[in-house]
């Protein structure tokens, strides 16, 4: 009986938030007209806890923390219901480089954890550096999501 009442209690948990379709805001242009390091992005979420806008979005590049967004505060300036348990969010992601080069391949992943603490996947997007150049585009033979960044003067 008590193995019963547990798994009836697991599949009523929901497993967390999940993150889908991270993409460019705009499909012809990535990043900020007048900030060429800031990257204009948007991603779907599904999480049934309802707890979403009680959490934080961890933002990467590479491999390594880039920052954290309130989520709270997302929700409020997009309007979303507090409790909404799928939608779109919005948001910027400026990215902190050393150095950039030509050709250069980026890669920008993001994650959520909602009020309840449990962390989403984290879907990515694969960047190439075009310096000085002004396509946005498909990387040629790129991975998932592939996008082309440059910024010409």
């Known amino acids: 009986m008590r193995l019963g009442a547990a798994l009836l209690l697991c599949a009523s948990c929901g497993g967390g938030p999940r993150l889908t379709n991270l993409r460019c805001r705009d499909?012809?242009?990535?990043?900020?007209?007048?900030?060429?390091?800031?990257?204009?992005?948007?991603?779907?979420?599904?999480?049934?806890?309802?707890?979403?806008?009680?959490?934080?979005?961890?933002?990467?590049?590479?491999?390594?923390?880039?920052?954290?967004?309130?989520?709270?505060?997302?929700?409020?300036?997009?309007?979303?219901?507090?409790?909404?348990?799928?939608?779109?969010l919005l948001f910027d992601d400026e990215l902190h480089l050393d150095a950039i080069e030509q050709d250069q391949h980026l890669e920008v992943n993001v994650q959520a954890v909602n009020g309840h603490g449990e962390g989403s996947n984290d879907p990515g997007l694969d960047l190439l550096v075009h310096l000085g150049g002004s396509g946005l585009g498909p990387e040629p033979g790129g991975g998932r999501n592939a996008r082309s960044i440059g910024g010409g003067p």
């Open 27 to 88: 499909p012809q242009r990535c990043q900020h007209a007048e900030d060429p390091v800031r990257l204009l992005l948007q991603v779907d979420f599904d999480d049934e806890s309802g707890t979403m806008s009680a959490g934080t979005l961890r933002l990467r590049l590479n491999g390594g923390d880039q920052g954290t967004l309130s989520l709270s505060n997302l929700f409020a300036s997009q309007q979303i219901a507090s409790g909404a348990t799928q939608g779109t």
